[in-house]
């Protein structure tokens, strides 16, 4: 763009000088010449010697001399036609490709242009779909009508669906549900509801032929199971110390106490897994207290003590019952 339409101002045998060649060289040296030349001065070229006006400078004598040989051999009737002399595509011009944009290297200006491609593309299809719309409710005013009344049904069968949902949970929270026949009972293996959707169906009833559980499932049943297990363990370990503790036994229960509360530290991250993995909100966990454990083992402690102590007064009882007996029944004896 810069070369179109500029008039070339040095003379014949300073072109030459510029393309480093002798008056009566060949057009195979002219073009070789130029070619090595406008890699080296060319802007966009890798060249550390790049420079805009020297490319202009060999541009300008190359046009030049190719007119003097086209003009010496439209005098000498036994070379070859003038066309072969006619100037060919230039070797620079591939750096004038990828539509003009970009700068920098012909690998620099690829990516720049794909990257270009692909905004274009993205614009094109934004607007073709901002028409598409643009039609679509682009029609009477009895249309929008229809939307308006067609969007306030669904905005309140919505309202009407949450409060519904909201009712039940509030029934389920006083308790409302809790006299019902099948509370607690399993729902039938294959139950036959119209509300199900008849894949989901099919593929519950092959997992459950095949002894599958959802994964939620087995991480509920482990953290239950895991927790009754330390609750029972940590009662035994402080009933075999007995009462009162001595210091080594009260250091061995401070032990103790450090190792439920390091399980119930790992108890809680399964409880993290299981909530990022259970499908319904209501049945999430929360996190296990170790204090809330510790009060909760000190009391069924006590109560077992309490339970193990009232049975040994019993027992007590029944044994001296026996021996006054016997005793008074002989004095009674003795009497007669």
């Known amino acids: 763009r810069m070369l179109s339409g500029y008039k070339p101002q040095n003379n ?69 036609e003038e066309d072969q002399f006619k100037s060919k595509s230039l070797q620079h011009r591939h750096y004038l490709s990828f539509e003009g944009v970009g700068i920098g290297t012909p690998s620099q200006r690829e990516k720049q242009y794909m990257q270009f491609r692909v905004d274009r593309a993205t614009e094109q299809v934004l607007e073709y779909r901002q028409q598409r719309l643009e039609s679509r409710y682009a029609g009477s005013d009895l249309s ?40 607690g009972k399993p729902l039938q293996k294959f139950s036959h509801s119209p509300h199900i959707d008849p894949m989901t169906h099919n593929l519950n009833r092959i997992l459950i032929d095949n002894g599958y559980q959802p994964e939620w499932i087995l991480l509920q049943k482990e953290i239950r199971e895991t927790i009754e297990r330390l609750r029972k363990s940590i009662v035994a370990s402080r009933r075999k110390l007995g009462e009162p503790m001595t210091l080594p036994e009260q250091k061995q229960w401070g032990r103790i106490c450090e190792q439920f509360a390091e399980d119930i530290r790992k108890l809680n991250k399964r409880v993290d897994n299981f909530n990022l993995v259970v499908p319904i909100l209501s049945r999430q966990m929360v996190h296990f207290s170790t204090d809330k454990e510790m009060r909760r083992a000190r009391k069924t402690y006590e109560a077992v003590v309490e339970k193990v102590s009232d049975s040994d007064v019993k027992e007590n009882e029944g044994k001296e019952g026996k021996r006054f007996g016997w005793k008074s029944s002989l004095l009674r004896w003795l009497k007669l």
């Not at 010449?33 to 541009?59: M, Q, T």
């Not at 229809?146 to 669904?154: F, N, Y």
């Not at 309140?156 to 019902?180: C, P």
Request: charged fraction near 35%; charge should be negative; hydrophobic fraction near 30%.
């Open 12 to 80: 014949v045998q300073d072109s030459y000088k510029i393309l480093d060649l002798k008056e009566g060289c060949s057009l195979d040296d002219v073009r070789n010449s130029y070619h090595n030349l406008a890699k080296k001065y060319h802007p966009d070229s890798s060249s550390g010697a790049a420079d805009s006006k020297a490319f202009i400078r060999v541009e300008e004598a190359y046009r030049v001399v190719l007119s003097d040989l086209a003009a010496k051999q439209k005098s000498d009737p036994g070379d070859e």
């Open 144 to 183: 929008r009508a229809q939307d308006v009344r067609q969007s306030k049904k669904v905005k309140i069968t919505q309202a009407v669906e949450r409060l519904v949902e909201d009712l039940i949970q509030e029934s389920m929270a006083k308790g409302d549900f809790d006299n019902l026949s099948g509370k």
